[in-house]
């Protein structure tokens, strides 16, 4: 339920990320997401890991089992839990809970790794093409809920740089060194060697910070690529870019809509993204930036050069759609809806009566 609603009719929601905020406010986008709705909502939040990362010899499953001496507590506070995680699974932390579940996937789905129908949780997902792959593995209870961000703090402007560069925008910095492959930044390193035009500018929030200066220098592009570690104004960075990117081999690597995507194309910024990634279908659709089938170097340049020589095409079409689809206040009705719908349902259930 949205703020200027009475207060005592706003539902009270659990809301359960996979872990603590990052160390600085509003530079992880799933965070400014749950951020939105906690703001709607009376809403509560505790993390599954204890801490920003969890060594991978530990359960996934066991998640959260800290909570365990309070978890009963908060459920019996709250109306309902919604639960935030980049793959479906059966945490043994919700078990024991009476109120009802949502789970909203955060990154692609992946068909060959995912369980079939074995945990009753209602399952939302900012896809078609993602829904698509639940239900053939038995899930029913699917919706399709594409996230959103504040684009008000966001001001569509022309490039305001040299005439004569391309600049990118490249965001989901690796969290561990298998990712300066499997999210793109080798291969985008490959492709600036051939395309002595473009310049990158990295919004660099997670760690491996020296590793990729170093592989920066090693490719003699020190002077062409930025990095950005801080919290900034994201209007003012994107104001300096012709064109966002986000890569990904893999569907889980990275959010399904990233933010720094929307973003872009909130400022009128066209995008390039992998085809691993959800958001790539919203892009082919509706012609606002480039969609990489693979992650291969000529591809890559391929697809830079195209987007470089249809830039006027391009950006036309990301100044139609951002500030239509992407909204956070058009995310947040429709989870109260569903929040409410599911709610309606419990009380069916138990035989209350609920006003609100």
Known sequence: MVRGEQEENVMKILYISPSPPPPIPGTDGLFTEIGYLEKSFKGKNIALSPFRSIPPIFPVNLYGIQHLPFIGKLDREVDLHHVFFPHLVDFRILRSLSKPVIFSLTSGVISETLPRSAVPFHIVVSSKQEADILQTKGHE?????????????????????PHDEFVLLFGSAPWVK????SKGFDLVLEAMVHLPKIRLICLWRGTLYHEWCEKVSSAGLSNRVEIIREKGDISRILSRCH???????????VKSYPNSLMEALVAGKPVLISRAI????????????IVVESLATYGL????SELQNRYSIFKSAADLVGRCDFSCRRMVEEYRRTYEELTEQEDKKSGNIKIG
Do not use: H, W
């Open 141 to 161: 209870l699917v919706r399709i809920i594409r996230p959103g961000i504040d684009y008000a703090r966001i001001d569509s402007s022309p490039y305001t740089g």
């Open 301 to 304: 340049i391929s697809a830079i």
């Open 243 to 253: 064109a966002a990117v986000v890569l990904a081999s893999k569907a889980d690597l």
């Open 278 to 289: 959800p958001m790539s279908y919203y892009v082919e659709k509706n012609g606002c930036g």
């Open 178 to 181: 298998s990712q300066f492959a």
